[in-house]
């Protein structure tokens, strides 16, 4: 089974596991309604987490199905990925960006404007939602 833009083959088991979670109602957007799903999610995320951030079993334990954590989390694609990168990057230097508007928290910081850096070799989606 091939998925075709920038992704490989998948492993056998992928298709089975699929029906398999389709079946219990995999609409994640409630766990409520996608106990299953939802625990998969987390589970895939926090190894994917691990694979960047290599903290220990503990920590894995400990977090990867706790609600009150998020190690990240699954999105239609990379457009939508960098968007919310964006977005998060812009709270994380503007704190109270989100509350009171760009504008503002850019004033408070002293700052008269933002920029984003990035190689030529970003995602068009970046240039498009700067």
Request: proline residues 3%; hydrophobic residues 45%; contains cysteine.
């Amino acid at each position: 089974v091939m998925l075709g833009h920038m992704s490989g083959a998948l492993p056998p088991w992928t298709v089975p596991m699929g029906r398999l979670v389709q079946s219990m109602h995999a609409n994640v957007v409630k766990t409520e309604t996608a106990k299953v799903a939802t625990a998969v999610e987390r589970e895939t995320i926090a190894m994917l987490h691990r694979v960047f951030f290599q903290r220990d079993d503990a920590f894995y334990r400990r977090t990867a199905q706790d609600r009150t954590v998020c190690l990240g989390h699954a999105t239609s694609g990379g457009t939508t990925a960098n968007l919310e990168a964006l977005w998060h990057a812009r709270n994380v230097a503007f704190p109270d960006a989100e509350k009171r508007g760009l504008s503002a928290a850019l004033r408070s910081a002293g700052c008269d404007d933002a920029v984003i850096v990035t190689s030529t070799l970003a995602h068009y989606s970046v240039s498009q939602k700067a």
